[in-house]
């Protein structure tokens, strides 16, 4: 059976809302991209309810199975990253609203498991979005192709893939199974970095 994500790059100007199906054996189909917009003449308050308002529709319409959000960073531009977290907590809340489980990603995460490299640049990233859903062109804007990357990203991750398994208390994929390069990326990044955390404690 596959499992449907939806998958957003949360902003405030532009909001990227991605929909995707995933079957057991990692095949991943495009259901539904959109990229929500407010004017940033309106009050805040009226932008996050029309951000808010088209968040909920997509869901009715599609009843995604979870729903995968782009982990909030610091950065230098405040007005930005209030921006991104506002639009975050408005999703948090209407997924849980519908008893729908929420995952963070961060963009090094969502770049390992979809180009095999944490530090691909949104070019990249949106040709192997085009290429893993088949697609002729790369979804545009950005926004859009962001939010496909992570609605794949957290299917591949969590169990939405063959040989996905839950282990240490998080999700993830197991050794095997067919597992794509960029999968086999994946896994050697955390087993590298899982090695690394393990040698600083044996010094402290």
Known sequence: ????????????????????????????????????????????????????????????EHRPHAVALERVFARSDVSTIMGTAQISGVAMLIAARRALPVALHTPSEVKAAITGYGRADKKQVGAMVARILGLDEVPKPADAADALALAICHAWRTGGVAGAAVRDGRAGLVEGAGLTPAQRAWIAAERSAAVSGAARRLKE
């Open 1 to 60: 059976m596959a499992v449907r994500v939806l998958g957003i790059d949360p902003g405030l100007t532009r909001c990227g809302v991605g929909i995707v199906d995933v079957e057991p054996n990692r095949t991943a189909r495009l259901v539904d991209v959109v990229v929500l917009r407010s004017p940033p003449d309106l009050p805040i308050e009226q932008r996050l309810a029309r951000i808010a308002d088209g968040i909920e529709a997509i869901i009715e």
